[in-house]
């Protein structure tokens, strides 16, 4: 019964920021490699950052490197994404998921077993 909510999306003009934040509860947040992945309309959900549950960042994906970040507080049972600079190719339903094993961070896979429901974000002018 691990429940995960993501919140912080919406309108952004090109080159604004965004701060998504995701609330887990159900288990011990702080086992839980934490990932953040988005899916565009007509494309694949992909990764787009993932992190250990002592706050190492574990991957990055490359169309964000150097504009999006992720950070967690245990003692919140949240994890954050951090995007600047926003392009209009960042317009995607942003997901937070779970992954209990740390197996396969860098890419989607089982090991990714929980999942938000996801938070619009739409960058336009």
């Known amino acids: 019964q691990v429940q995960l909510v993501e919140s912080g999306g919406g309108l952004v003009q090109p080159g604004g920021s965004l701060r998504l934040s995701c609330v887990v509860s159900g288990r011990v947040f702080s086992r839980q490699y934490m990932g953040w992945f988005r899916q565009a309309p007509g494309k694949e959900r992909e990764i787009v950052a993932s992190i250990t549950g002592s706050g190492t960042i574990a991957h990055i994906s490359n169309p964000v490197k150097g504009r999006f970040t992720i950070s967690r507080d245990n003692a919140k049972n949240t994890v954050w994404l951090q995007m600047n600079s926003l392009k209009p190719e960042d317009t995607a339903v942003y997901l937070c998921?779970?992954?209990?094993?740390?197996?396969?961070?860098?890419?989607?896979?089982?090991?990714?077993?929980?999942w938000g429901q996801g938070t619009q974000v739409t960058v336009s002018s």
């Open positions: 998921a779970a992954n209990p094993d740390g197996r396969g961070l860098n890419y989607e896979n089982p090991s990714w077993d929980a």
